[in-house]
């Protein structure tokens, strides 16, 4: 949108902040007081989470382009009157509102990335339906534990006509607790490069290795080589990683244990390597772990797992190969 002159911004106004936030950076926008002619214009709280196609959309009362993919977010902070158009604002009705908006064509690894800022590790909105965590996330975000993202993600995806499934692993090291023993992540078919690629959107990465994104049965064969695991993070540094509500709002701060491990991409890689050394498909309990003791380990927690050897494994789940 063209910038508004000094001059001509109205006296009474909502006082507006709007960004748009991409894999690389967050950037804000400038709206105009005028609507754009000859084109139509969506308000931006009647649309879904999701917009498909190039628009211009209506918040309060500004008009703002929606021409490149990514996380739109729009917040009015109150309506404000200024006596001069440099002078400071009276606040004349302090109802504030929000409402957030995914700009989606082509890029998934941009659509998971919106969705990984949107969605906080916690709990909150872990027992919210797929229709209450949309309209949650429009309003600003949801808290959600790593199975709530993953199943959250396949089932958008799936929406949209993805091929999408929950993959689940476990750790065998050290001894099991109630609070980190596995993690559950988003595998999606990705007929770009005709695989099955692994996404994290919990902890927003992704996994390659020589530019080349890598499924779960690649990343397992890393980690049992204990070959390094790249990551290619969804997000700048930091943006929603954490729900911070137990630790400023109860006697509980158990979430912010975690703070190291995902800012860290070191002790991240470590912990990956810990959790890749069992994994299967969601609920369907077919283990492949190759280690021995790690099986026995694994049957401790999961009484009715099964196991199958590599090929086996492989074959079931990906074919004639990875």
């Given amino acids: 949108m063209t910038k508004t002159a000094k001059s001509d911004l109205p006296s009474e106004r909502y006082d507006v902040c709007a960004t748009l936030t991409t894999r690389k950076k ?42 490149k993919e990514g996380l739109y977010r729009f917040v009015n902070w109150g309506k404000v009157r200024y006596d001069h158009p440099l002078g400071k604002p009276e606040i004349i009705d302090p109802r504030k509102s929000c409402t957030a908006l995914i700009h989606y064509k082509k890029d998934v690894l941009s659509l998971l990335g919106s969705l990984a800022v949107l969605t906080v590790h916690g709990h909150t ?23 709530s993202i993953a199943n959250f993600t396949v089932a958008l995806l799936t929406e949209m006509g993805w091929k ?14 109630t609070y980190n023993c596995g993690h559950l992540l988003c595998e999606f078919f990705w007929p770009r490069y005709n695989k099955w690629v692994l996404a994290d959107v919990d902890t927003h990465q ?3 290795k020589n530019g080349k994104y890598l499924n779960v049965a690649e990343v397992k064969a890393l980690t049992d080589e204990r070959k390094p695991i790249t990551l290619e993070p969804l997000t700048i540094p930091a943006l929603g ?18 703070d190291h491990v995902l800012l860290d991409t070191d002790v991240l890689k470590e912990w990956y390597r810990q959790m890749f050394a069992a994994v299967a498909l969601a609920d369907e309990w077919m283990i492949y772990c190759p ?14 797992a099964n196991f199958l050897d590599r090929k086996d494994w492989y074959e079931r789940y990906y074919g004639d190969g990875v």
């Avoid at 999408?164 to 607790?177: I, K, L, N, S």
């Avoid at 021995?292 to 009484?303: D, H, Q, S, T």
């Fill in 125 to 147: 909105h872990d027992n919210a339906s797929h229709e209450e965590r949309l309209a949650r996330m429009k309003l600003g975000g949801v808290a959600l534990t790593c199975g």
């Fill in 241 to 258: 990683l954490l729900d911070t509500t137990e630790i400023v709002a109860s006697d509980f701060a158990g979430m912010s244990l975690f």
């Fill in 206 to 208: 992704m996994f390659v």
């Fill in 26 to 67: 967050v950037l804000r926008l400038t709206g105009s007081f005028s609507a754009p002619e000859q084109k139509e214009i969506r308000k931006a709280e009647e649309l879904p989470l999701i917009v498909d196609g190039n628009c211009v959309i209506q918040f309060e009362d500004q008009y703002f382009e929606l021409d």
């Fill in 164 to 177: 999408a499934r929950v993959v689940q692993c476990c750790r065998t090291e050290g001894v099991y607790d």
């Fill in 291 to 304: 280690d021995p003791k790690g099986r026995k380990r694994v049957k401790r927690y999961y009484p009715f």
